[in-house]
């Protein structure tokens, strides 16, 4: 079973606390953006076979959001972050580059 | 080939079963190909049967990184319907399951094809709302379906508890010809018809790369060396996403895994395959007296081919409820399967941003179904390098133009 860490109340929640909310960090579109762009924004997923960065919610804990970077081949989760980021912070790369190095994730890595 | 038949078993009996043939050679690729077709699954295997037949192009090799049928064509739980509300979905999969209907006969070889009719209970007045609504839009499509009674429901399937303490049935959408089908057959039958007119299966080889040149494909790069050719298709399932990046651009899926589970055999008590939508569970009893079930996907990205227990408990807790007689079954096997899922939980059949790549994916946790009518109509999409009338709906195009067809709100649980 997956566990991930809630970092804004630190409890380490089974899977079955927590609702997977879907690939993180897209870029939003709004009004006046490009079929192209809301194409990419509302559907375009990286969907990697390895590291994904995620967004899950404590659902049945404190209700809070938050992001995950996890490797979708292994299950291995490398660390939690807060939710009001559009990259993961510092160390999380550096979890995620001690484990896998050479991953990239969009235009950032 | 060596055709299947009774005197043919009467032949091989009498000299003790030496003289039967390998169903399908082994050989080692060529240099080039007319089209090659990465993925041995049903859909890929599917379309060169129909490059073959319908459009005479078999100089054609289909790769595939295992073994054949090993990806969810061997792991799915088999159910055959084409009860689907939006038109182009009931066009495609009626066009499947009619040709399931004689799938043995085409082939020489027994696909087990059962059309012992397919039941999806409404248990919310929301639900037969939306199965009444499906009933007329089927009419419309000349698919046979009907909406029946609690009473008829319990007729047909006795063993189920129609007046369930949380929901309790309220009728079913019952389409008689709907039913199952053996999946390792359909996907060993192709196989052999394939190699039967000459094309390659070449199993153990992993495509690595995809070769392009000014916006047109090349040919592959494998475990097995390059490999030219002057169209290719994807057929790939969970694994879209990556071998579409091979070739330089992404896709609306992502890739979940999606689980099922038999029992031990018991004696004959279902002769009819029931979905429970609402409560999250399917169930029908194969030939060997197995029940077969399944429920829905697990919630997160995942290529492990193995899926989360609760999933499993969940689907067992609502059939434990339809179906009180299996409270004290053993479980002999689980497994999962990496299931494509699109937004609009259609497939997607199309050109791509490469000229001469064509995809075919998106089927997610219900295109058993679909194998011969996805065949049908990718083989004419590569063959023509343009969509016929099957496919036309379902180009990648239709996400830009918001051009869905959606069948998420048709079927929680979309088998
Ligand atoms: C548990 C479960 C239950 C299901 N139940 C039903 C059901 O009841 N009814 C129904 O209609 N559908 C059902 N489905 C869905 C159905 O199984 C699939 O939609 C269908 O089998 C997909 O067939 P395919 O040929 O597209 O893919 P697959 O059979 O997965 O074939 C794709 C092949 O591509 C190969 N491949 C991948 N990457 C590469 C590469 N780089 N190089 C070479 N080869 C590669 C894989 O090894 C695989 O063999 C279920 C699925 C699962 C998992
Ligand atoms: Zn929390």
């Known amino acids: ?18 609702a997977a909310g879907g690939e993180a960090h897209l870029k939003r579109f709004g009004p006046g953006s490009s079929d192209e762009e809301f194409e990419g924004y509302l559907f375009g997923r990286e969907n990697p076979r390895g590291v994904h960065l995620e967004r899950w919610r404590h659902a049945h804990g404190c209700g809070k959001w938050f992001h995950a970077a996890r490797c979708t081949a292994t299950l291995e989760v490398f660390g939690t972050y807060s939710a009001q980021v559009t990259e993961p912070p510092a160390e999380i790369r550096e979890a995620i580059t001690a484990k896998r190095p050479g991953w990239s994730w969009r235009e950032f890595s | 080939m060596q055709r299947y038949s009774v005197f043919a078993v009467a032949r091989e009996a009498l000299r003790f079963h030496k003289g039967w043939e390998r169903a399908w050679a082994s050989p080692e690729p ?38 054949l049928g090993g990806g969810n064509t061997g792991r799915n739980t088999t159910i055959i319907r084409s009860n689907y509300l939006q038109d182009p979905s ?35 007045e ?13 009419s419309l499509q000349g698919v046979s379906t009907e909406f029946i009674t609690p009473e008829r429901v319990k007729e047909l399937c006795p063993i189920m508890e129609i007046r369930g303490p949380r929901y309790p049935v309220l009728g079913a959408l019952w389409q008689a010809r709907g039913g199952t089908a053996r999946h390792d057959a359909v996907a060993w039958g192709y196989a052999r018809a394939c190699s039967a007119m000459g094309m ?9 790369g995809i070769r392009t040149e000014g916006g047109q494909v090349k040919g592959v790069s494998t475990s097995k060396g390059e490999i030219d050719c002057d169209k290719l298709a994807i057929v790939v399932a969970g694994h879209s996403g990556q071998v579409a990046e091979m070739a330089g651009f992404r896709l609306p899926i992502e890739s979940l895994a999606l689980q099922a589970l038999v029992s031990e055999p018991i004696k004959p008590c279902m002769d009819v395959v029931v979905m429970a939508n609402t409560v999250h569970g399917y169930m029908s009893q194969s030939d060997k007296g197995e029940m077969v079930i399944g429920g829905g ?3 997160f990205n995942n290529y492990t081919q193995r899926g989360s227990f609760h999933h499993i408990e969940e689907t067992v807790r609502a059939l434990v409820e339809t179906f009180p007689i299996i409270s004290r079954l053993k479980m002999l096997r689980q497994w999962g399967g990496i299931v494509d899922m699109t937004g609009d939980r259609s497939p997607i059949l199309s050109k791509t941003p490469v000229h001469n790549i064509f995809i075919n ?17 990718m083989a004419e999409l590569v063959a023509k390098g343009e969509p016929g009338p099957l496919a036309a709906e379902f180009g990648l195009n239709r996400f830009r133009e918001g051009r869905f067809i959606d069948e998420s709100v048709a079927a929680g649980v979309a088998h």
């Open chain 1, 1 to 18: 079973m997956l566990i991930l860490h809630c970092p804004y109340c630190g409890v380490d929640a089974d899977e079955t606390e927590l």
């Open chain 2, 30 to 67: 060529k240099k080039k190909y007319d089209v090659i077709i990465i993925g041995a699954g049903g859909h890929g295997l599917a379309t060169a049967y129909y490059l073959g037949m319908n459009h005479g192009i078999r100089n054609v090799a289909v790769i595939e990184k295992g073994w």
């Open chain 2, 90 to 124: 009931a066009a495609i999969y009626e066009k499947a399951r009619s040709l399931y209907e004689t799938m043995s006969q085409d082939l020489n070889y027994n696909v087990m094809f059962s059309p012992r009719g397919v039941m999806m209970l409404a248990q919310t």
């Open chain 2, 126 to 138: 929301h639900e037969v709302r939306g199965y009444k609504r499906t009933a007329h839009a089927n």
């Open chain 2, 200 to 208: 390659d299966i070449i199993q153990k080889c992993e495509v690595t």
């Open chain 2, 297 to 299: 996907t697990d919630g």
């Open chain 2, 361 to 377: 994916c998106g089927w997610g946790t219900g295109g058993f179904k679909a194998i011969p009518g996805s065949g049908w109509a």
